[in-house]
Every structure is written in structure tokens, then in C-alpha cells.
């Protein structure tokens, strides 16, 4: 085993609708994850720490505009609560679409973590106050536009739970997924043998595993050239890798698909 933890990894969700992140721990590894308490992940809805009688949440931009921002209360007093739960100096990361974009690299990192506080935002977005006196780090998922940060704090939580030690089965170790190591998968089949006049490829079959880990490693060294300019850029080829791309590329061109 790679290293254990001596508590579970405590994320808050900060969010109006908690139903949303809290569904998607049920399932696989994240679900597993929760029940042997690997992770543990609350929400805090700041309507609950509105004080007026409908609960507002929300009021109309400074300056005009369409939609409707996150006011500073009671939001701020719903990230207070939420850090409150964590251990202490557990940082607080607000999800949007003008964050950092969030890579491999800061799953290792929040995964470290004791614990951390997500900021799902909704609306146009959170009054700047907030963002300046309450959190510590801005992220985005990728450059899309979302309905609110609740699907990104999903996908948050599920890239830093499958980092945890015992998360995953010994098998199927996070180590050797191919992200972490800059290349993009190879391609995977199992039976049947032929489906609709597709064969799998021979070298699969052979049972020469040495055979086989060079197809593959030349499968996802190829597909990273041809479909991930910037992850490539940052691959350094030996010259075993070197030839096997070179493999890949008379494969393609000799008309084996697309
Ligand atoms: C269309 C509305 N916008 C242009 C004026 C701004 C905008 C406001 C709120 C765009 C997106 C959102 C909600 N997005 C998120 O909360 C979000 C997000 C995203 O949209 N893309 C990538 N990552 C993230 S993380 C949170």
C-alpha cells in the first residue's frame, strides 16, 4: 500500500442544493469511499443561515445587468459554519468558471489535505468581498459554461476520493492510471473476439506480455500526440517511445481506421 491517513479526508460542499452533490456519493468508488470512511462530505445551505423570512440568498448587481448575485450574508456566515466543521485551517475553494484550471496535480494536492471547504456558486456568481475575505483559492473545471458550481465540487471530490489510500482495489491502483503519468489510455477491449466484422487487435491475444505492454504504451503515446497537443508538449520520449510512435504512425497509415 502506497500510505494510509489517520482521518478521513472532511470536505463541506457550501451549496443551495446539497441534494445534488450528496447524490453523487452513493455510487462506485465514491460511495465505498464514504462507507469506509475514507472521506467524509456535509453541506451547508446558506439559506439556512438567512434571516429574513423567505430566505434570500441573493440580490440584484451593483452597476445593473441581467441575474442575480450571492449576497455577502448570509453566505459568509455559512462558510464560517462550514470551516467550523473541518479541521482547523482547512482552506476554502471557491468553483468558477474564472478559477485556476483544475488538474491532476491539485487532486494529489487537496487529497493530502486534512480537509477543505467547496464553494458552489449559483446565479451570476458571489458578491467579491466574499471571494477577497473568505476564500483562498478560485477553480475551474475546464472552459465551459455550468449552471452553478455544484457539478464542478462533484467532480472535485470524486478526482481527490479515488487519490485516497485504500479507495481504489490493489489492481487498480491511482499510481499507474495514465493521467498521472502525462499520457492519455490505451485502447481496452474484451469479448467477443469479433463484433460486427471488428476484430481485436492480434497482439492482445498473443500472450506475449511484453508484446502487449509495447502495443499499448504505443497506442497511448500515439493517441497523445494526435489528440493532446498540450499534454504532449510535455513528454519526453526515450528512444524505445520514439519508436514505438513511430509504430503507431505507419499502423495509421497503412488505413487501420478513421
Ligand atoms: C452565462 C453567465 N456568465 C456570463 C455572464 C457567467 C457565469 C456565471 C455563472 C458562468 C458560469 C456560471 C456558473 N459556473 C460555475 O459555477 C462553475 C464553472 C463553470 O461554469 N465552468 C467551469 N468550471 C466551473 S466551476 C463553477
Known amino acids: 500500500m502506497v500510505g494510509t491517513r489517520s482521518a478521513p479526508l472532511a470536505i463541506e460542499v457550501v451549496t443551495l442544493f446539497d441534494e445534488l452533490v450528496r447524490s453523487n456519493l452513493r455510487f462506485g468508488v465514491l460511495g465505498r469511499a464514504v462507507d469506509q470512511r475514507l472521506l467524509s462530505v456535509g453541506t451547508t445551505d446558506p439559506r439556512d443561515w438567512a434571516t429574513d423570512v423567505h430566505r434570500t440568498v441573493d440580490d440584484r448587481p451593483y ?4 441575474g442575480m448575485v450571492l449576497a455577502v450574508e448570509p453566505l459568509a ?6 470551516k467550523a466543521k473541518l ?20 487532486a494529489e494536492r487537496l487529497a493530502a489535505l486534512p480537509g477543505f471547504v467547496l464553494l458552489a456558486g449559483r446565479y451570476e456568481g458571489v458578491d467579491e468581498r466574499v471571494l477577497e475575505a473568505c476564500v483562498d483559492e478560485e477553480l475551474s ?17 470524486d478526482a481527490c476520493a479515488r487519490l485516497l489510500p485504500g479507495a481504489l482495489s490493489n489492481e487498480h491502483s491511482a499510481q499507474e492510471e495514465s493521467f498521472a503519468q502525462g499520457l492519455l489510455d490505451w485502447p481496452h477491449y474484451t469479448r467477443p473476439d469479433e463484433w460486427q466484422g471488428r476484430r481485436v487487435p492480434e497482439v492482445l491475444k498473443s500472450g506475449n506480455h511484453a508484446q502487449i505492454a509495447r502495443f499499448r504504451r504505443s497506442q497511448a503515446l500515439g493517441r497523445t500526440a494526435e ?14 517511445d520514439a519508436r514505438l510512435l513511430e509504430e503507431y504512425r505507419a499502423d495509421r497509415q497503412s488505413g487501420d481506421k478513421k
Open 227 to 240: 489528440r493532446r497537443p498540450d499534454l504532449w508538449a510535455r513528454v519526453v520520449l526515450n528512444d524505445l
Open 87 to 106: 479541521p482547523v485551517d482547512s482552506p476554502v475553494i471557491y468553483l468558477s468558471a474564472q478559477g485556476k484550471p483544475f488538474v491532476q496535480a491539485d
Open 141 to 157: 473545471i475546464g472552459d465551459y459554461v455550468l449552471s452553478g458550481g455544484e457539478l464542478a465540487a462533484c467532480v472535485v471530490i
Open 63 to 66: 452597476g445593473g445587468g441581467p
Open 77 to 82: 456566515t455559512a462558510i464560517r459554519q462550514a
